[in-house]
Each structure stands twice: as C-alpha cells, then as structure tokens.
C-alpha cells in the first residue's frame, strides 16, 4: 500500500510502457508436434514407465520461437533423457507437455485441478514471464508458486518438482 500513492503517479508513464513492451515483442506461434510420449522399452508384462516426466509452463515450455517442439524445452529433455539412458535397453521413459502461450502460475494453478491425477517422478514448471509483464508483484508471484508446488505434490506425487528461473528479459520489460 505505501507504494500505491508512487503507482499512481507513475501509471501514465508505466502504461505507455506497457503498450511499448506489447508493441516491440514479436507474436511468435507455439512449436508444432507431439507434446506427449514414451521413449525406451516396455519391460516384459509392464505397462508403468521407469521414470514419468509432466512439463508446465508458458511459452518458454510451448516451444514459442522454434518450429518444431523437437527443438523446444519438452523435446531437448527427452533427447538427453534419451542418450543418457541410451545404453539401459529395459528403461522406459513417459512425458507429457500442458504449456500455453501466455500462460501465468494463476492461469496454471487453474489447470491443475482439470488434469488426471497421477503419479509423475518429475515435474518441470517454466513460468515468470507472464506474470512480470502482467504486473504481478514479488510476492503475489512468490506465494502462488508455493500455493503451485503445493497443489503439484499433493495431486502428483513427484519425487522432485524442478522450478526454472524466469529468463532474462532484458530491454523488453521497461526498468
């Protein structure tokens, strides 16, 4: 509150910053592909995976700028799961991607309760920009991450929940 008074007189200025910021990213599509999958061997008479991997996030996670999901977050991770499991023949891998363009923690704590509950190893969550240029303060940011992880690991189980740091975002966010 003892901000709001400075925000206030701000808010032109941060407006017509906003609109810049809005104006000079580029509106790139969401990469194309699978965003679900399995690599490695089933062992004999087995349906469950080795190791179950759920990735959630925003653009930084749907693969915005390249073309293909191959080249984005969700495939990299298999491609090096993939070689360094490379030489155990009995070892299956399953993942699954649910990122959106645009998407903030709100938008991804709402998403939650509407997905299957199951167990996954490993969560990836890849979120930040959004909520920066959303206007979302520190704090808010920082307790709906902890209301986030919360809600991941009593819905999901994992083993470890890996939280990437926002990126950096440079000239785009006005200082």
Same mark, same amino acid.
Do not use: C
């Given at each position: 509150?003892?901000?709001?008074? &400075? ?39 087995? !349906? ?6 759920? &990735? ?6 749907a ?32 993942? @699954?991607l &649910?990122? /959106?363009?645009?998407?903030? @923690?709100?938008?991804?704590?709402s ?6 509950r ?24 920082? /307790? ?17 929940? &890996? ?9 785009? !966010?006005?200082?």
């Amino acid at each position: 509150m003892k901000d709001l008074p &400075i925000a206030a007189l701000l808010s032109p200025l941060l407006f017509a910053q906003g609109r810049w910021v809005r104006a000079t990213i580029p509106d790139l599509p969401e990469a194309q592909g699978v965003r679900s999958g399995s690599f490695g061997n089933v062992k004999s008479g087995s !349906v469950d995976s080795d190791l179950s991997i759920l &990735i959630l996030g925003d653009s930084a996670a749907a693969g915005v700028g390249v073309v293909d999901q191959k080249q984005a977050l969700s495939g990299q991770l298999v491609h090096q799961l993939a070689q360094a499991m490379d030489n155990k023949a009995s070892t299956r891998v399953d993942w @699954t991607l &649910i990122a /959106k363009k645009g998407a903030t @923690t709100a938008n991804v704590l709402s998403w939650v309760p509407t997905l299957e509950r199951r167990v996954y190893d490993v969560i990836v969550v890849s979120l930040g920009v959004n909520d920066v240029t959303g206007g979302v303060t520190k704090k808010q940011w920082l /307790k709906q991450q902890k209301v986030l992880v919360a809600e991941l690991t009593s819905r999901f189980s994992p083993i470890q929940i &890996i939280l990437s740091k926002v990126p950096p975002m440079g000239t785009a !966010v006005p200082q």
